[in-house]
Nanobody, 126 residues
Framework: QVQLVESGGGLVQAGGSLRLSCAAS????????MGWFRQAPGKEREFVVL????????VYADSVKGRFTVSRDNAKNTVYLQMNSLKPEDTAVYYC???????????????????WGQGTQVTVSS
């Protein structure tokens, strides 16, 4: 079992920044690729970014490319999501998740992740 706990969400004005953290415990997640997803009210869960276990590979959704930066510290079992130039449309609950099958090409599909955090709310006011 891997337990994931997100933190760092909050209310910010458009153009502002937030840094989310995802702390892992239990069975190590340091050899897992990790993803961030978000879900706005009434919408499906949406892929945001993937980071490989060694941080060599990152894949961003077009909607956040150039504004969000993912990183990880395996010594601390923590993944980070730095979000800059936030927009009202970034408002959502943000989740981190562990990819079940490493190297999967379906990393954008929530069904390919087997461990999820409880989520942290990000609200961007205009």
């Amino acid at each position: 079992q891997v337990q994931l706990v997100e933190s760092g969400g909050g209310l910010v004005q458009a153009g502002g920044s937030l840094r989310l953290s995802c702390a892992a415990s239990g069975r190590t997640s340091s050899n897992r690729s990790m993803g961030w997803f978000r879900q706005a009210p009434g919408k499906e869960r949406e892929f945001v970014v993937l980071i490989s276990w060694n941080a060599v590979t990152t894949v961003y959704a077009d909607s956040v490319k150039g504004r969000f930066t993912v990183s990880r510290d395996n010594a601390k079992n923590t993944v980070y999501l730095q979000m800059n130039s936030l927009k009202p449309e970034d408002t959502a609950v943000y989740y981190c998740a562990a990819l079940r099958i490493q190297g999967s090409s379906n990393y954008y599909d929530p069904r390919t992740y087997d461990y999820w955090g409880q989520g942290t709310q990000v609200t961007v006011s205009s």
